[in-house]
T-cell receptor, first 116, second 115 residues
Framework: AQKVTQAQTEISVVEKEDVTLDCVYE???????LFWYKQPPSGELVFLIR??????QNEISGRYSWNFQKSTSSFNFTITASQVVDSAVYFC?????????????FGQGTRLTINP | NAGVTQTPKFRVLKTGQSMTLLCAQD?????MYWYRQDPGMGLRLIHY???????AKGEVPDGYNVSRLKKQNFLLGLESAAPSQTSVYFC??????????????FGQGTRLTVV
């Protein structure tokens, strides 16, 4: 079975603080993909990153960074020096290849509020 | 390039009425998905399709049916709408290119209210 857990329902920080969003996943597939999406108040879903199960390198893109740890089945997302425009709901997602048959499942989402 | 288009964007139904939501993608993607989004529940997978003529159940399939007669279209049907089906519905599509899963592309969503 595939499952994604985002234990943090809501996070509120002051602008310029760093914030980490947690994502823990479960899958029986040996090959799988992890994703992060952003949903701003306007409602659309914006793709942020994809990571495959064979690539455990951390990735940095501007103020965003992702930490993939297969040993703990986690794929955490950190925003450095947060800005008000980062306020959104963030979703972590998982798709498998064999048993997962391309089923794409999402976590419950974390609502991030950046206060000025 | 339109991407993923959902029709309609808003709809109000009376309990017991039926309707079909249409999702169309122009990216030649093999995989298509229907999700519902409710407050605090994230995106829950209703049904999905891995190719033309094939469909499979997701996490919350009860009360919904789907069809994928053409590769570019994925229809979600509600045969007898219930207030519990009030939600925002998202369609998405994705692919597998060079043995790599691509990211999913989403439509703008359909806000459905059942009264």
């Amino acid at each position: 079975a595939q499952k994604v857990t985002q234990a943090q329902t809501e996070i509120s920080v002051v602008e310029k603080e760093d914030v980490t969003l947690d994502c823990v996943y479960e899958t029986r597939d040996t090959t799988y993909y992890l994703f992060w999406y952003k949903q701003p108040p306007s409602g659309e879903l914006v793709f942020l990153i994809r990571r495959n199960s064979f690539d455990e390198q951390n990735e940095i893109s501007g103020r965003y960074s992702w930490n993939f740890q297969k040993s703990t089945s986690s794929f955490n997302f950190t925003i450095t020096a947060s800005q008000v425009v980062d306020s959104a709901v963030y979703f972590c997602a998982l798709s498998g290849v064999i048993q997962g048959a391309q089923k794409l499942v999402f976590g419950q989402g974390t609502r991030l509020t950046i206060n000025p | 390039n339109a991407g993923v288009t959902q029709t309609p964007k808003f709809r109000v139904l009376k309990t017991g009425q039926s309707m079909t939501l249409l999702c169309a993608q122009d990216m030649n993607h093999e995989y298509m998905y229907w999700y519902r989004q409710d407050p605090g529940m994230g995106l829950r997978l209703i049904h999905y399709s891995v190719g033309e003529g094939t469909t499979a159940k997701g996490e919350v399939p009860d009360g919904y049916n789907v069809s994928r007669l053409k590769k570019q279209n994925f229809l979600l049907g509600l045969e007898s709408a219930a207030p519990s089906q009030t939600s925002v519905y998202f369609c998405a599509s994705s692919s597998r290119r060079n043995r790599v899963n691509t990211e999913a592309f989403f439509g703008q969503g359909t806000r459905l209210t059942v009264v």
